[in-house]
C-alpha cells in the first residue's frame, strides 16, 4: 500500500521432497525477519516494520499471523456460509484455502480496516507482540457495531457472542469498540 509491505507471503510448492511446506514457509518468513537468532544476520528486519501480515502457502494449506505470532498463532480465514468467492477469481482447481485466503483478508477494504481496528500490541513476558484478528472476531465485532449502529431498540442493539475459553473475547470486544 503506498509502498508500503503490509503483507509478506511465502508461498511453496508441496513436493515429495519437503516434509512440511507450510513448516518451511514458516521458517523462510522467520529468516527473512532475521528472527531465527542463531548469532548471524539472516535477512533483513527493516522488511517488516510497517507489516501486517504474514501469509505462508502451498496452496493445498494457507494461513496468516503477525510477525511476532509463533506457528501455534497462524490461522487460515474462513467464509461465511453464505460467502462465495466470484468465478472469475477462483484458481483452476476451486477454492483452496489459498483462494479463500486472498478474497476474504486481502480486499483492499478488509485489509485496511483490519490495519486500522482490529490490530493491537501487547505486552508480554517475551516482549511486545502483535496481534492480528482472526476471522471469527473480525466477523463478531462488526456484528456487534452494525447491531448498535442501525437497532432501533434495545433488543435490536443487544445480543450474544458465544465465544469459548481461549477464543479472544476481549480482544473482540477492543476490535468492536475501535470499529
Avoid at 82 to 108: F, V
Avoid at 142 to 153: F, H, K, N
Wanted: include cysteine.
Amino acid at each position: 500500500v503506498n509502498g508500503l509491505p503490509l503483507v509478506v507471503v511465502e508461498a511453496k510448492r508441496a513436493t515429495g521432497n519437503d516434509a512440511d511446506p507450510m513448516e518451511e514457509a514458516f521458517e523462510q518468513l522467520q529468516r527473512y525477519s532475521d528472527q531465527r537468532g542463531f548469532g548471524i544476520r539472516e535477512g533483513d528486519a527493516r522488511l517488516f516494520h510497517p507489516n501486517l501480515l504474514c501469509i505462508r502457502t502451498c496452496g493445498e494449506a494457507c494461513d496468516y499471523g503477525s510477525i511476532t505470532a509463533t506457528e501455534r498463532f497462524y490461522y487460515p480465514w474462513r467464509l461465511r456460509r453464505d460467502e462465495e468467492i466470484p468465478d472469475n477469481l477462483l484458481g483452476s482447481e476451486g477454492s483452496r484455502p489459498q483462494e479463500i485466503l486472498i478474497y476474504g483478508l486481502l480486499d483492499k477494504h478488509r485489509l485496511l480496516d483490519i490495519l486500522r481496528t482490529s490490530t493491537v500490541f501487547q505486552t508480554t513476558e517475551h516482549g511486545v507482540v502483535k496481534i492480528v484478528t482472526r476471522h471469527q472476531q473480525y466477523r463478531a465485532a462488526q456484528a456487534i457495531v452494525e447491531g448498535l449502529r442501525t437497532g432501533t431498540t434495545p433488543e435490536d442493539r443487544s445480543g450474544v457472542i458465544w465465544h469459548t475459553t481461549g477464543s479472544g473475547k476481549s480482544f473482540t470486544m477492543v476490535f468492536a469498540a475501535r470499529m
